[in-house]
């Protein structure tokens, strides 16, 4: 779309996508998740309160709008046709660009009071914005997450990511896609940030399942399974039935990423898919 990592879709690959997040629901919906699902913008004040511009101000996106009279419009309208910086009369909205699917998730569960004895479970899906500009077409700047969200005790949290780190490998394994299993940490921000991201690879919060899509010495992160601790909990007030800050885990799929190295490693034409591959995705 002439920015780096800013796409269009064809009929094709939203075909493919569709049939991944079919392959997911078979999985998942036996589990019972509460469906929810959020526009690509949330508050600023959920991107301010989750903590992500503490770690990653670099990734993050805010809106903003023209809030001027007739002067600044003709103002505005004359750096544009002198090629100048029209955006810089513009003011932030109360808008932020998500930067994960599940950050929609806490505050709206919070809302509701402590959570049940069982905790909760979510299936959330959206368009999510990470400014990372790049040529590679896995590293997009909007991309849609297909998650799993878990809040409850540590327990419930970490059983679940377990559960789902079994059922990833086993569902990109059932796609015939080449993988590994890693490690990781977030792409956080700084000397502070390479603190925190020590921390979580020492403390295993974070696993990654890796797939050859653009470079098989520099595999792409096609699906995460992140125990959260109680980040969330205490930054949104989600509480236990015993009035604790809940904990939470997620599994986050890149629908996109897994729909290219589907064609990356089978061929750009689906029809032509192994049948093993085309059975599991309904093709």
């Not at 078979?26 to 004040?45: K, T």
């Not at 914005?129 to 878990?150: C, N, T, W």
Request: one cysteine or more.
């Amino acid at each position: 779309m002439g920015v780096d990592g800013l796409y269009g879709r064809s009929g094709t690959f939203e075909h493919v996508i569709e049939r991944i997040n079919a392959a997911f629901s078979a999985v998942g919906d036996p589990d019972g998740p509460e469906v929810m699902r959020f526009p690509p913008g949330i508050g600023r004040w959920q991107l301010e309160k989750s903590g992500y511009l503490k770690s990653s101000p670099q990734l993050a996106g805010t809106i903003h709008s023209f809030f001027g009279g007739d002067r600044e419009h003709r103002t505005m309208v004359e750096l544009i046709e002198k090629k100048g910086d029209w955006t810089a009369g513009q003011k932030t909205t109360e808008v932020a660009l998500a930067p994960a699917a599940c950050y929609g998730v806490y505050p709206a569960i919070a809302a509701r009071g402590p959570l049940p004895a069982d905790g909760a479970l979510v299936d959330v899906y959206t368009y999510v914005f990470r400014h990372e500009p790049s040529i590679d077409p896995a590293r997009m700047q909007m991309f849609r997450q297909r998650e799993h969200v878990r809040l409850g005790t540590a327990d419930q949290a970490l059983a679940f990511r377990k559960l789902w780190m079994e059922r990833g490998q086993a569902m990109i394994g059932a796609i015939g896609l080449p993988f590994t299993v890693d490690v990781a940490n977030d792409p956080f921000f700084g000397r502070t940030g390479r603190l925190l991201a020590s921390s979580q690879r020492e403390e295993s919060l974070k696993f990654e399942l890796l797939v050859p899509i653009t470079s098989k010495e520099q595999p792409t992160a096609c699906v995460s399974f992140n125990y959260h601790r109680d980040l969330f909990g205490q930054n949104f007030g989600v509480e236990t039935a015993s009035g604790e800050p809940a904990h939470t885990a997620c599994v986050g799929f890149g629908v996109e990423r897994i729909a290219l190295a589907l064609f990356r490693h089978h061929g750009f034409d689906p029809k032509a898919w192994p049948a093993a591959v085309r059975n599991v995705l309904g093709l």
